[in-house]
């Protein structure tokens, strides 16, 4: 066996030690939220925001995800 076959299966035991489960790495790239560019972005995106329409999503938010109190002691 190669040094780097040697090297993953050491590194795929000790990944299934730690959870018990067969796991595997990923990796992802994402935006850098630092940068000037993603910046912009992100306050263009929030600027062109309908106030009207997230207040309709949060007030959906918040009543599917409300407990529902009625057939319990919790208040």
Not at 11 to 33: F, H, I, K
Not at 39 to 50: E, F, S
């Amino acid at each position: 066996m190669s040094t780097a076959g040697k090297k993953n299966a050491m590194q795929d035991a000790v990944r299934d030690a730690r959870t018990g489960l067969p796991m595997r790495e990923v990796r992802l790239l994402v935006p850098d939220v630092r940068h000037p560019d993603v910046i912009a972005r992100t306050k263009a995106a929030i600027a062109a925001l309908d106030p009207e329409d997230e207040l309709e999503s949060m007030l959906w938010i918040e009543a599917v995800t409300a407990p529902d109190h009625e057939d319990s002691d919790v208040e």
